[in-house]
């Protein structure tokens, strides 16, 4: 992959964050914040990617294993967290207009 | 091309179209449960099109799982503990915590593959080549390390575990972070310049940069930090992309990064704080203690929970103003109580909803459908202050900035062009409170100097308590 196509993936979706969030209800704000922060746990790919081409250098498979639990930690807590807050809004039949 | 690489490319398209729709649908009521589920598969949909790719080609050794389910297993455990035993009070903090770590993560994987270079396939060294990758690990670096330190720091100032220190309030703290990030520039360059042991210093100072910037920031402004952090940890991740060459990882961090920008916009409009003012302009409180904060209160009126009662049982419509000290009582169950018996008894009942209400926009949102609150009692500010002039009672329970007539009148007031509650507007307020304590502006609140402004004093988890006791007595609820 080039750096060039790089940077307009990176332009791309840049515009498309910003176009996704138009008009957030203030009783969403917390739930999106940890949503979102939890897909930034994405770097777990890179975290991945570093321990399969460690290729046995012991210092690096650490770094790679650390920096995915660490990653991990964010996806997995970020995801649990906020579906507990979000089944508070949807567990009253009321809610359904 | 062969096949892995097609499976892999289908699977990351899909991945960053499932996330989209995620971050999409997560802005609406209706949608966002299911919509935070499709963000967690199209997540661990990616982590099995990135290994079934490299199973397809290189292989995975035996010695590379064993770190791989190591890692996971650890911080998936204590993600999902924590995530379930945390209360929902904390929850700022938590996403603090959390995000943090993100970019932890972002800066050892660029740390990893800064100090052993990892073999990339082709071996011709192209110099605008090693410039770009040095450029990235340089600025997964320092943003996955202003990530981590800022969001450590914001966590233990919510936690209470850190208050602001005095120096952080003068201008002092300016030209030390100056210092910080000319250090850290000097650093970049260094690099760039071959000298891989800089790289220690970039680590150094930029986890320094980010307590230095995020120490001095008032409790009230808090959360529009752990916003502005969230959206740096996408910046994070998105370096780290480019570190490993990985589209998806790019696209998912600029969309978490562009979207927690607009996010911080809005938060920011919700206190009328610029970002500028919210990052440079220190807390609030210091600055007001010279100008408002020497006012002393003149007409408090003081009632008992038996007179609050008795007004409740005439009323028509109240309106409940609620803020963090009700969640700190943990009293929305009581509250709850109690508004159901006036509902029971034909008292219509609402709920006004400050942008800011709680630690985090959105928070008192969730801290009131925890204790079972119907959505749709929740108003929020805009849509509920044009009734509150036809409105019986307010119940003030731990809100007080939020509630300040000082916002609108005064304009000498560091609060002034707040958006605030007009309560003043209905015929009585009571505001349930410990004591005269400030709020987190540290400003005197006008509120409660007002005719037909009464304090009842006590912790709201108890009056709320003693307040269901009197109703009743008075009969109010059965049916």
């Known amino acids: ?97 | 091309m062969n096949l892995p690489v097609i499976i892999k490319f289908v699977i990351d398209l899909l991945a960053v179209l499932l996330l989209a729709l995620g971050i999409k649908g997560l802005s609406k009521v209706k949608s966002a449960r299911d919509a935070n589920r499709l963000a967690a598969f199209a997540m661990s949909l990616s982590v099995v099109g990135l290994l079934s790719y490299y199973l397809g080609t290189s292989g995975i050794a035996i010695q590379a799982w064993i770190w791989i389910i190591i890692g996971s297993i650890i911080g998936s455990l204590f993600g999902a503990i924590l995530a379930k035993k945390v209360p929902m009070t904390s929850m700022p903090e938590t996403v603090a915590l959390f995000n943090g770590c993100g970019g932890m993560s972002s800066l050892l994987v660029a740390l990893g593959v800064a100090i052993f270079p990892i073999s990339s396939g082709q071996e011709n060294f192209d110099f605008f080549k090693s410039l770009i990758n040095e450029v990235s690990i340089s600025v997964s670096i320092f943003v996955g390390a202003i990530t981590f330190t800022g969001s450590i720091v914001a966590m233990a100032k919510l936690q209470g575990w850190l208050s602001t220190p005095g120096w952080t309030q003068s201008k002092v703290r300016h030209f030390v972070n100056i210092v910080f990030a000319v250090a850290s520039l000097i650093a970049f360059f260094d690099l760039i310049n071959g000298n891989t042991s800089s790289i220690w210093l970039l680590v150094i100072v930029s986890s320094l940069l980010g307590i230095g910037v995020t120490l001095p920031i008032g409790g009230a402004d808090m959360p529009v930090v752990i916003s502005l952090l969230n959206s740096y940890s996408g910046i994070a991740a998105a370096a780290a992309g480019f570190v490993v060459d990985s589209q998806l990882l790019i696209v998912a961090g600029a969309m978490v990064g562009a979207a927690g920008l607009i996010l911080t916009q809005v938060m920011c409009k919700g206190m009328n704080r610029s970002l500028v003012s919210v990052l440079f302009g220190g807390s609030l409180s210091a600055q007001s203690t010279a100008s408002s904060g020497s006012g002393e209160y003149t007409n408090i009126t003081s009632c008992s929970v038996e007179e609050c009662a008795l007004t409740l049982e005439a009323a028509n419509k109240v309106i409940i103003v609620p803020g963090y000290g009700l969640a700190v009582a943990q009293a929305q169950h009581t509250l709850r109580e109690v508004t159901k018996k006036l509902e029971q008894s034909g008292i219509e009942v609402v709920y006004a909803i400050h942008p800011v209400a709680g630690r985090m926009p959105g928070h008192m949102n969730v801290l009131l459908a925890e204790a079972d609150v119907p959505y749709e009692q929740l108003k929020e500010m805009d849509v509920v202050n044009p009734d509150f002039p036809a409105t019986d009672v307010v119940l003030v329970l731990g809100a007080n900035d939020v509630v300040n007539p000082q916002a609108k009148n005064d304009s000498s007031s560091p609060l002034y062009g707040m958006p605030v509650l007009d309560v003043q507007e209905a015929r009585t307020v009571f505001v349930i409170k410990r004591g005269m304590s400030a709020g987190y502006s540290g400003i005197k609140n006008d509120l409660f100097d007002l005719p037909n402004t009464s304090m009842v004093f006590g912790d709201a988890k108890k009056v709320l308590n003693d307040l269901i006791g009197e109703l009743k007595d008075l009969g109010v609820g059965e049916k």
């Open chain 1, 1 to 97: 992959m080039s750096f060039i196509s790089l940077l307009w993936v990176l332009l791309l979706g840049s515009l498309l964050g910003l176009e996704l969030i138009g008009k957030v209800p203030p009783t969403l704000h917390t739930p999106l914040m940890s949503g979102a922060n939890a897909i930034s746990g994405i770097t777990m790919l890179a975290a991945l990617t570093l321990i399969v081409k460690a290729e046995g250098n012991v210092p690096l498979l650490i770094i790679g294993s650390v920096s995915l639990g660490f990653a991990l930690f964010n996806v997995v807590g970020g995801f649990f967290v906020t579906d507990r807050m979000l089944a508070m809004f949807s567990r009253k039949p009321s809610n359904k207009k």
